[in-house]
């Protein structure tokens, strides 16, 4: 109670966590036939409440396995494209764009063993953590066949690392015997 208390903002009498999300967009014309864009923000996923609340009223370990968390945060998203576009045609344009996006604080389940010589049993509760980065590029070209019909080609290429995407990862290995160490 007292993180989760030190971690938010009291008004109406109630504990509120809060977050800001800033975006900003610019796009403007470089030349006739070229534009030039920049996107950023940041996002805020909040958590399931299945992380949240399950057993919060367990009074002893060995009657659960695995305990809600009220203090999680919520998942950040950082998100960066920058991009270009060129018309080589009347009817016909080219986009190209890379973009980064950085995703923090997913929760996870981590296991929290008692202190020795008491006969307590180890449990799982979720906590903030885990992370991942995608970087990549787009280019797309776009061709107006009609005054009714277009089309796009486009490819995109993506490379993404992170740490565990599934929150109960950690506990599932170690109920199967698996290490406690999650993969990258």
Not at 57 to 66: F, N
Not at 117 to 136: E, M
């Amino acid at each position: 109670a007292g993180e989760f208390n030190a971690g938010t903002t009291r008004l109406l009498g109630r504990n509120w966590k809060v977050r800001l999300s800033p975006r900003l967009g610019l796009s403007f014309k470089v030349t006739e036939r070229d534009k030039f864009f920049f996107n950023y923000g940041h996002f805020n996923q909040w958590p399931r409440f299945l992380y949240v609340y399950p057993q919060l009223t367990a009074t002893s370990a060995t009657k659960v396995q695995l305990l809600g968390n009220p203090n999680l945060n919520p998942q950040i998203s950082v998100n960066y494209e920058v991009g270009a576009k060129h018309q080589f045609h009347p009817k016909a344009a080219a986009n190209v764009s890379f973009f980064v996006k950085d995703v923090y604080d997913y929760p996870a389940s981590t296991r929290v063993d008692p202190v020795e010589g008491t006969n307590l049993a180890s449990y799982f509760i979720y906590l903030n953590g885990h992370f991942s980065r995608s970087k990549g590029f787009e280019v797309e070209v776009e061709k107006q066949v009609s005054n009714h019909w277009s089309g796009k080609l486009s490819y995109s290429y993506q490379q993404t690392k992170g740490k565990s995407s599934d929150p109960s990862e950690d506990r599932v290995l170690q109920e199967i015997g698996g290490s406690n160490e999650t993969r990258l």
